[in-house]
Structure formats: C-alpha cells, structure tokens
C-alpha cells in the first residue's frame, strides 16, 4: 500500500480575543487568512483530512460552532476533532457539536460519538473527546477541577477500536500526556504535567494495545514530544498562534512520519516569537521525527 498524509492542527480558539492561554501572540481577525492559506497547503500537499487536537472554539457556542464550519469549509477535507475544554464551556456545547459540527464533507464527531476511529491507509487514527470534571461529562467549568477524565464506557471503546484496528494506531486527544520538559524551556521544573489519573488510564491502554504507536495532543499551545517505551506523545503549537503551525503525518506500511510546517510566511502574516517563549515551538526533533513500523 503506498502512503497516505494528513494533517494536524490544534488549539484555533475561534471566537477569541485576546485574553486566554497562549504562548506566542494571536492572529485575531485573521480567520479566513489561515483557513484559507490552510486549505491551500492542504491541497498542494495531497492532504486526505484534518485532524484538530480541540479548543476549536473559545467558549463552545452555537455563533463559534458555525463560525468554524464557515472556516473549516475553506479546507475542502473531512475534519475530525477531539473536542477541547474551551468547547464544552456550556452544559449543551457537546450536543451543539454532535448537532451542527460539521462541514459538507462530514460531521467532526462521526455518528455524534466521542470516540471513533478513522481510515489512514495502512493506519487507524482514534479520536476521544474525553471528559473534564469529576461530575459532568463532556463539560468543562472554568473556576473547577480541570483534571481531563476517561469513564469506563470510554476506555472499553478505545480498547475495541484500537483491537479492531489490527494494525498501527495514532491517537488523539485534547489532553497533553508529556510536561513541557524542563530541557526544553531551559528550566529546573516541567510545566503542565497530565492529570495522573489520565495519564494512568492511557498506560492502562497502551499497555492493553501494543499498537498504539503514538498520541497526538494540544491544549499546552506548544510544541513537543516525549517517549513512553511502547509510543510517542507530542504536542503541537496553537495554529492561530504564530508562526501558524501545522503537523503533516505521513502514514506507510513502513512508518508514521511527522513534520512540522509553519505557514505564517507562505501567509504573509508576522512570524516573530515572543523570545521569552521561543522554546514553544520546539527543538528539531520534537518538529519532526520518524516512528518506524
Ligand atoms: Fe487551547
Ligand atoms: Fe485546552
């Protein structure tokens, strides 16, 4: 079978301002100059589908649900998301996106499920959107614990997909699984750790599922990688944020190649780091790297 590519971005937070989490500094008002840039890039380099890490949306509103299908049409794909805590800010976010997430090439969540998986040539890519408060599934309240949760339900049809699979599997989801490393910031401490009760139950998978070979995540606006032994974890840079960063994964029977590809000049839109943070968009070898199969 020959190879097959898509793309990964993360983190658009459509509908913001300029407050919130963010490392490098925002291209408001520049939607439609990044989607459509996107959709171009997606076009010049055989792109089969889009994979967005989650924080679609600022606050998960019907007015940003259709905001992001007017953008996300621009990419003439199929987009996939596992939902961000940014995207179920509001009790009935998670049924406005199963309801009227989508574009006409398809429904960001298939089916309205929380998890599916999706067809990468010689690979399976499977998709959470996970839960975000001991007491309300699919909600994220803002002044409470944020500590990202996967119920029993959830585990079980992770386990079934990536089994069904059969053969290697890309996970994605909102929720990082590796601190920002204290090498990479040039600091004594690691920043955002993953909750230990999420890292434990993706243990608890990878340990079940040999084939997941790596894990794909946003939410910390960075840029980075980390091994666990049986699979690699990365993060990717916001893709409002500069430079506009964008991961190309190339799927063979061979191996996952990862790339990383900033479009803010291909763009025209400004590129320079805030310096303080420039070990956001991270060293060479978390940009790009090679998992052999
Ligand atoms: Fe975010
Ligand atoms: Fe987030």
């Known amino acids: 079978m020959s190879s097959m590519r898509f793309a990964y971005i993360t983190d658009t937070h459509l509908g913001c301002n300029e407050h919130g989490h963010q490392m490098q500094s925002r291209y408001l008002g520049h939607d439609a100059v990044l989607f459509d840039g996107l959709g171009q890039w997606i076009s010049d380099n055989d792109v089969a589908f889009v994979i967005h890490g989650g924080d679609m949306t600022d606050n998960g509103t019907q007015e940003e649900i259709d905001h992001t299908n007017a953008m996300c049409e621009r990419l003439n794909v199929p987009v996939y998301v596992s939902l961000g805590n940014h995207d179920l800010i509001h009790p009935d ?18 089916d309205g499920q929380d998890c599916f998986a999706v067809d990468a040539g010689s690979v399976t890519v499977v998709v959470i959107s996970h839960h975000w408060n001991p007491q309300h599934d699919h909600q994220w309240i803002m002044d409470q614990s944020q500590a990202a949760r996967i119920d029993q339900r959830q585990e079980n049809t992770l386990n079934q997909l990536m089994r069904e699979a059969n053969r290697p599997v890309i996970a994605a989801s909102h929720m990082v699984l590796n601190p920002i490393s204290a090498q990479q910031r040039n600091t004594e401490e690691p920043l955002y750790p993953p909750p230990s009760e999420y890292l434990t139950s993706w243990q608890r998978i990878a340990a079940s599922n040999p084939n997941l070979r790596l894990a794909l995540c946003g939410h910390n606006h960075t840029t980075t990688r980390h091994d666990h032994g049986s699979f690699i974890s990365c993060t990717t840079g916001s893709y409002i944020e500069r430079p506009a960063q964008v991961r190309l994964i190339t799927t063979s029977p061979e191996a996952i190649t990862v790339e990383t590809h900033s479009l803010a000049d291909t763009l025209g839109l400004p590129s320079e780091l805030k310096p303080e943070q420039a070990w956001s968009v991270g060293p060479q070898d978390c940009r790009a790297f090679t998992i052999k199969l």
């Not at 976010?93 to 298939?110: C, K, Q």
């Open 93 to 110: 976010s998670m049924e406005r996106w199963r309801n009227s997430g989508r574009t006409s090439h398809g429904a960001y969540l298939p």
